[in-house]
């Protein structure tokens, strides 16, 4: 089957191993005579699944049992309400490092709820890089919050803050799986799963059990605390019972690829190649983000003008890729390469931008 030559930024490509085994199993799963969506959120059927892709999740990042692995709804986006909501106090401080558009919307949503703080902030540099030094962590701090990977500017953190005082905060959406992390070093991550994991619909969060402690607020609605979701193992109400499934198929998929270092050699491989294409193109492309900082998830580049980044895109587009437009709020071009992304595909990219080079 032709399949597209698909660089969307998420939701993204999946691999088609994981597409073909749902297509297998779509009307009839395991056979029970129901598709998995059919089946009731208390079965031991779907127990199963939603068992194993906390399993799964918790062998691949390597996550010690004094934490939790929650499956919530409502996006990444709604991660920022919920980790100022259960995390800050009256008396302390969320603290932010802004390296991007959605560190800044994590960081607008805290200041609704509580006091905030802006530990550092690349935003003066049109979030080329991730900040060499936090500034200062407030007296005060509740957690620090980072974006470890910028979606939109392609910049990616490579070594984190490890400030043990501070609880770290990382929403790890677009590049959760894609390289192995210290677990330790981090007491909540947050994840939208329609990048690296699977399809939209499920949120991961990964929290460490002390911090629950925090969110015993009663006053927080029962669907915004995190204790309700670990108390009933994220099935108070209906999980998003598909798009769980999808997730498990995809981190048995990443088990079979060797687990994260063998994903991240991939990951390195895909990104040097493109980079490679613009740092040899003699300026024809320029990439957006510092080469320290350079995502491998991300590669932001652009042309001299837009009128040829239009024709690159336009010609691009002629030749089956899909989506290499930048983000609508920078423009210029875009090519997301995460996990499922074949590397033929990224070699047939960069074939191609070196041919546009050369009639150009
Ligand atoms: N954080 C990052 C780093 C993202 O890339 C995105 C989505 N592109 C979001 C948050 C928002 O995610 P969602 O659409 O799941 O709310």
Redesign the pocket.
Known sequence: MNRALNFN??PAMLPEEVLLEANKNWLNFNGTGMAVMELSHRSNEYEEVHEKAQVLLRELLSIPSSYEVLFLQ?????Q?SMVPMNLLTKESTGNYILT?A?SE??WEEAKKIGQTFISASSKEQEYKSIPNIINEISEDAAYLHI?S????YGTQWHHFPSNEKVPLVA????DILSRPISMENFDLIYA?A??NLGP?GV?VVIIKKELLARSNNSLLPTMLNYNTYAKHNSLYNTPPTLSIYLLKLVLEWAVRQGGLEALENKNKEKANILYDAIDSSSHFYVGHADKKNRSKMNVTFNLDNQELANRFLHQAKEEGFIGLNGHRSIGGCRASIYNAMPLEYVHRLAEFMKKFRNLS
């Open positions: 930024a998420g409502g996006g990444a986006s709604l920022f991007g959605w919307k994590a974006t990977n910028n979606t939109i929403d790890m959406s677009s939208g329609q990048k939209s949120t």
